[in-house]
Structure formats: structure tokens, C-alpha cells
């Protein structure tokens, strides 16, 4: 079984900075709703996952590194378990 491919800062940077046509290094650390709600559409189409985020989940993403924390979770969510893991995805 594959260990899925689970999304670092760079990759988020990237599809930030396609938000607004921009370099990656001008994006900035803190995210607002509309860059939020880009980036989880782009990713939803990137990885062909969809995302079922809690309002709480949503409002907690305030930085890159947030984003990234809630993505890899999500992969790891729709990824099956491994065998022997007692029903748990493992990175």
C-alpha cells in the first residue's frame, strides 16, 4: 500500500501565490477568507479530495503553516488504513 502524498509548506506556498498570479515569496504568512477558500478549492481539485472542514477547523487557519497542518491532516483522513494499524492511516 502507498503512503499518500501529503502537502508541505512549499506545495501550499504554490498554490497560494497562483491566487493573485504572484511570486511564492510574496505571499504572505497570515491568510485571509478568500485566500482560505482558494486555496481549499485548488487543493480539493490538486488532490481530488474533498474537504469536509468543521467551522472551527476553517477559523483556525490563520497562517501558511495552519494550512498546511489542516491539508495533511485531510489526506491523512481519506487515506484507508494500513493493515495491523487498528483502522488508522499512518504517514
Known sequence: MSTPVLPD???VV???A???QRAASSVPETLGSLELTW???EFEQRYGIELELSDEQFAAV???DDAVAVLRT???ATAPAAPGTGGVARP
Open 18 to 20: 497562483a491566487f493573485g
Open 14 to 16: 504554490e498554490m497560494l
Open 62 to 64: 490563520r497562517t501558511v
Open 9 to 11: 509548506r512549499d506545495a
Open 39 to 41: 486555496l481549499t478549492a
Open 74 to 76: 485531510a489526506v491523512l
